[in-house]
């Protein structure tokens, strides 16, 4: 029986290997994996303005990376991102990051928008066509729903319900957005 368990368990341990190096995806991190795309100050300017593609992009600070409240604003827009991609209509939407870096990435940022002594990750959305961002208002919570809320008003983000329309959720919204003597 001692003979039969060491190659069983060998091809076992052998398995256990090969699945912990290819679930990895070496070379990846888990942004990429989530389908967000790491940009920088070479790369931002042939992906924005895309004439048919909204860009929603997180900008963050790589030495606040580590701090509780930036990996928690990170780790919200990866999973929105997610989100969007495997459950919403997202097909003209692309997620990216840009890390200031350096005075290039810095650089990058003030022109997006963002305060040059930022320290908290700022989202900036590109509608298709424009090369002008609207930049996610600071006082609001990154949280799934507050997310989407902004991004679906901005770009051709939508969470459909089964059985609505695209038309129904715009008058749905309209609705909501009227003042109070409107909607009587």
């Known amino acids: 029986h001692t003979v039969m368990i060491f190659p069983l368990f060998s091809a076992l341990f052998s398995l256990a290997l090969l699945f912990a190096g290819t679930s990895a995806l070496k070379g990846k991190s888990d942004e990429e994996r989530k389908g967000v795309l790491l940009m920088d100050a070479i790369t931002f300017d042939k992906i924005v303005p895309s004439h048919d593609r909204d860009v929603v992009v997180l900008v963050a600070q790589k030495k606040q990376i580590g701090d509780y409240g930036t990996d928690s604003i990170r780790s919200d827009f990866f999973s929105f991102a997610y989100k969007a991609q495997t459950r919403g209509s997202a097909d003209h939407i692309l997620f990216g990051q840009v890390i200031v870096n350096g005075a290039d990435n810095a650089k ?6 963002v305060p040059g002594d930022f320290l908290h990750p700022r989202m900036v959305v ?17 949280h799934l729903d507050v997310l989407t809320r902004f991004v679906s008003k901005h770009t051709s983000l939508q969470f459909q319900m089964p059985g609505t329309t695209k038309q129904f959720d715009d008058f749905a919204l309209q609705f909501l957005d009227a003042d109070d003597e409107r909607r009587a």
């Open 108 to 113: 990058l940022a003030t022109s997006m928008g």
């Open 126 to 142: 590109f509608p298709a066509g424009s090369s002008t961002g609207l930049l996610y208002p600071q006082n609001e919570p990154y």
